[in-house]
């Protein structure tokens, strides 16, 4: 059928798109809407250059442009999104998609152009939205893994009371004239920080993942083959364990203990997935430049609003005394201590598949302190302990005083200086707490060592090396005294320090 051109006209006005049709570089036709698109009246644009329509970017392509023109089979069509630029120079989205045809007049191009800036700008909101909401959650884990982190802290100083103040009771009870009050007041320490402890452990809970932790570089194939028979237990005989190790894995660094407790946390929620059996499959790989361990079962999985809170610590859909809801939190703090992340991906009837991804390679070992038996008694050095917990400080200067040191104590950053400022001999050794109110540990050291350039440092902390270096509280490298530390660590480490 032939069209009248009347009809075809109608067509292009009646359009809700801009249409032009391009003779390869000149605009040979365009429509109303082109005309309110692009701002140009019609009967300047007819004649003109393609290219003023286009932005400074789309330009470059001319000859890329001027290929697919002339090589195209009629009637393919070739779609992009790209950015249009109006008579008054802004720009904008739009999706063109244009084909090509062959007429008595010669080959031309029809363009096909829709202004998508409502699209594009409800997806960057959309994205805005999910970033966001993505960013709250992470937070709110974190400050909770903060929480508990800080708990763990105190309930740690508590342990070292307990540790040190039992030792002495039996020192003194085994000795050759006991003292009973001494022994008794002793004991008492031990109960005051056992009822300390006990209030704590109402909070002290299972995603504290900030005790510390011993970072190694780890081959994680031979530990999950290491660790595959209690997975296999804890999965039971109805669910199938497949292992597809990637062989060529660099090592990753963590704490092999809490790769196993994460394991198992996800081994037991597949377990719970699959009441009635089927395979869990664990797989590693490299992914640029991180190594992926992925965990995936083929049991119920998820809905979303169940998958979106699965995270949170509590969070659980399991009957009271099944679940605690602290597994994936759990995950969730171990994976983030360690420097990577954990994602999830589930539907409903078919499983669940959980993605970690940690970094790769290998960073130095922390700085150890040995622990050497024998020779460890002080000959008379001066030693300044600085301690917020009362009784940890306490502890720390009877042992040491024992041993044969004279030791100054201070609560705190401020006291300590004032300390030292008004102590006529030597301070051969500054023996703190890293993490204390008011003034930290490297902040007392730096200004005591610049008054006293002799004086040598031993931190002492709850937290792991590696913790405090990436969180700026210590230099990677410094000794550091792990707490709790027995009356035989602290000699050592202190001797150490003295003589190194
Ligand atoms: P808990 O297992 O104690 O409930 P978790 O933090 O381990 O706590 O998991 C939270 C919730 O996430 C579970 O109660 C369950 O609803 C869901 N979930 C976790 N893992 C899986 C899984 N593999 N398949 C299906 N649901 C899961
Ligand atoms: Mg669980």
């Known amino acids: 059928m032939e069209w009248s051109e009347e009809l075809a006209g109608g067509l292009l006005q009646a359009a809700p798109d801009a249409i032009l049709v391009i003779d390869g570089e000149r605009i040979v036709l365009a429509n109303d809407r082109a005309e309110q698109v692009y701002g140009w009246p019609r009967s300047e644009l007819v004649g003109q250059s393609v290219e003023v329509l286009m932005t400074d970017e789309a330009r470059v392509l001319r000859a890329e442009r001027r290929r697919?023109?002339?090589?195209s089979p009629p009637g393919s069509i070739g779609s992009?999104?790209?950015?249009?630029?109006?008579?008054?120079?802004?720009?904008?989205?739009?999706e063109s998609s244009t084909t090509i045809i062959e007429t008595p007049q010669g080959r031309l191009a029809v363009a096909v152009v829709r202004d998508v800036t409502e699209r594009v700008r409800t997806e960057e909101e959309k994205a805005r939205l999910l970033a966001e909401a993505q960013a709250h959650r992470s937070q709110r884990l974190e400050s909770l893994g903060q929480l508990a982190g800080g708990i763990a802290h105190d309930f740690n100083n508590m342990l070292g009371v307990i540790l040190n103040y039992a030792s002495f009771v039996i020192e003194e009870a085994e000795s050759a004239e006991p003292d009973v009050s001494m022994i008794a007041a002793d004991a008492q320490q031990v109960v005051r920080a056992g009822k300390r402890g006990?209030?704590?452990t109402h909070q002290l809970l299972a995603f504290a993942r900030r005790e510390v932790v011993r970072p190694q570089p780890v081959d994680l194939n031979a530990h999950i083959v290491e660790v595959q028979e209690l997975l296999r237990r804890t999965l039971g005989e109805h669910i199938t364990l497949i292992f597809r190790p990637d062989p060529g894995l660099p090592t990753v660094t963590c704490d092999p203990s809490q790769i196993e407790q994460l394991l198992v946390n996800l081994a037991l929620n597949a377990r719970d997935a699959m009441p009635a059996g089927g395979n869990l499959v664990i797989d590693t790989g490299l992914l640029d430049d991180r190594v992926r361990l992925r965990v995936s079962d083929s049991g119920r999985g998820m809905a979303p609003d169940v998958l979106e809170r699965a995270f949170e610590p509590f969070f659980t859909t399991k009957g009271s005394g099944e679940g605690t809801g602290l597994g994936l939190a759990t995950v969730y703090g171990i994976v983030t201590q360690a420097g990577g992340e954990v994602s999830m991906t589930s539907e409903v009837g078919l499983g669940t598949t959980v993605t970690v991804l940690l970094p790769a390679g290998a960073t130095a070992a922390p700085a150890d302190v040995d622990e050497q038996p024998g020779a460890t008694d002080g000959h008379g050095e001066t030693l300044l302990v600085v301690e917020d917990e009362d009784a940890l400080r306490d502890v720390a200067g009877r042992i040491l005083t024992g041993a044969g040191y004279r030791?100054?104590?201070a609560e705190g950053g401020a006291q300590a200086l004032e300390l030292a400022a008004g102590h006529d001999g030597e301070i051969d050794l500054l023996v703190s707490d890293v993490v204390m109110p008011g003034m930290l540990g490297k902040e007392l050291a730096e200004r005591l060592v610049v008054a006293r350039p002799g004086t040598r440092v031993l931190y002492m902390s709850g937290y792991a090396q590696p913790v405090l270096a990436s969180q700026g509280t210590l230099d990677p490298g410094v000794a550091l005294l792990e707490k709790p530390f027995?009356?035989?660590d602290l000699l050592a480490a202190v001797r150490k320090r003295l003589d190194g």
Do not use: K
């Not at 697919?68 to 090589?71: G, I, Q, R, S």
């Open 407 to 409: 030791v100054l104590s």
């Open 80 to 94: 992009i999104v790209t950015t249009a630029r109006r008579r008054d120079g802004s720009s904008f989205p739009v």
């Open 486 to 488: 027995t009356a035989n």
């Open 68 to 71: 697919l023109f002339d090589e």
């Open 198 to 200: 006990t209030d704590l």
